[in-house]
């Protein structure tokens, strides 16, 4: 059986999503991205440049991967929403991923904001992917307001410190209908392949990848993590035990007991 994520009427194979930020050219980018294989990208509208060929984003990114433009830079649910349709009336599509960042410290998204948002654009026809705080009220008004998903962080935006949040995101788990992806703060592939094997239905990094010694070769890394965890999470796994269980018998076989 093909294990596939359906998300906005697109069937998604490679549970790995990607950011474009941060690499040290659009060459590495491109490269990386392949390697990978990807199916979902994201994209800051402030890269998108339908002038220029050599400058625009869109040109160097795989032709089969759907395009997720951010709302990088937003800082209410206004700005959120008008970046939004700039993207789609650039050519972006109608996905997008909703940034809403008011605190200049932590980069911790701000819930409030981008459900009004997520509001507005689903029933715009956007599919929309709130990044959000791990919250499980908030991430069922996200629902009703229209979120195809939602994304809430594993640790703060490029701090590369793992999944975190993990206990708060396996609430959402196993109460939200929609898919959950992880999105922030995912340093190493192992932390990937936790969030697969927790139940999320896909992770996002972008930092970790971007900024590599080999951004190529980290980002099959990742692939290949986020495989394995989805593989794991699928074969039904036993859990944990305070004593010991024995995979033998322990009765003697060389003394008659």
């Given at each position: 059986m093909q294990d596939v994520l359906e998300l906005g009427g697109k069937k998604i194979h490679n549970r790995l999503f990607v950011g474009t930020g941060k690499f040290s050219s659009y060459e590495v980018m491109n490269r990386a991205l392949t390697a990978s294989d990807v199916d979902v990208v994201t994209v800051a509208l402030r890269r998108v440049d339908a002038s220029s060929v050599k400058e625009n984003i869109l040109e160097h990114i795989p032709k089969k991967c759907v395009i997720v433009p951010n709302t990088s830079g937003a800082r209410n649910s206004d700005e959120a929403v008008r970046i939004a349709r700039l993207a789609r009336a650039a050519g972006c599509g109608n996905w997008v991923k909703i940034e809403v960042i008011q605190d200049n410290k932590y980069l911790l998204p701000d819930n409030m904001e981008t459900l009004k948002a997520t509001e507005i654009l689903a029933k715009e026809g956007f599919v929309v992917l709130p990044y959000?705080?791990?919250?499980?009220s908030a991430a069922r008004r996200l629902v009703e307001a229209g979120a195809s998903a939602v994304m809430p962080l594993g640790s703060p935006i490029g701090s590369n410190r793992g999944f975190r949040t993990r206990e708060l995101v396996e609430i959402l788990i196993s109460e939200i209908k929609v898919p959950v992806?992880?999105?922030?703060?995912?340093g190493q592939p192992a932390s990937a392949c936790e969030c697969m094997e927790a139940g999320c239905q896909a992770v996002l990094v972008n930092t970790a990848i971007a900024v590599a010694d080999d951004p190529v070769m980290l980002a099959r890394a990742f692939s290949e993590g986020v495989k394995a965890g989805r593989?794991?999470?699928?074969?039904?796994?036993?859990?944990?035990s305070r004593s010991a269980n024995p995979s033998s018998p322990l009765t003697g076989f060389l003394r008659n007991e």
């Amino acid at each position: 059986m093909q294990d596939v994520l359906e998300l906005g009427g697109k069937k998604i194979h490679n549970r790995l999503f990607v950011g474009t930020g941060k690499f040290s050219s659009y060459e590495v980018m491109n490269r990386a991205l392949t390697a990978s294989d990807v199916d979902v990208v994201t994209v800051a509208l402030r890269r998108v440049d339908a002038s220029s060929v050599k400058e625009n984003i869109l040109e160097h990114i795989p032709k089969k991967c759907v395009i997720v433009p951010n709302t990088s830079g937003a800082r209410n649910s206004d700005e959120a929403v008008r970046i939004a349709r700039l993207a789609r009336a650039a050519g972006c599509g109608n996905w997008v991923k909703i940034e809403v960042i008011q605190d200049n410290k932590y980069l911790l998204p701000d819930n409030m904001e981008t459900l009004k948002a997520t509001e507005i654009l689903a029933k715009e026809g956007f599919v929309v992917l709130p990044y959000m705080s791990p919250d499980l009220s908030a991430a069922r008004r996200l629902v009703e307001a229209g979120a195809s998903a939602v994304m809430p962080l594993g640790s703060p935006i490029g701090s590369n410190r793992g999944f975190r949040t993990r206990e708060l995101v396996e609430i959402l788990i196993s109460e939200i209908k929609v898919p959950v992806i992880v999105d922030a703060g995912l340093g190493q592939p192992a932390s990937a392949c936790e969030c697969m094997e927790a139940g999320c239905q896909a992770v996002l990094v972008n930092t970790a990848i971007a900024v590599a010694d080999d951004p190529v070769m980290l980002a099959r890394a990742f692939s290949e993590g986020v495989k394995a965890g989805r593989l794991a999470c699928l074969s039904g796994m036993s859990g944990s035990s305070r004593s010991a269980n024995p995979s033998s018998p322990l009765t003697g076989f060389l003394r008659n007991e």
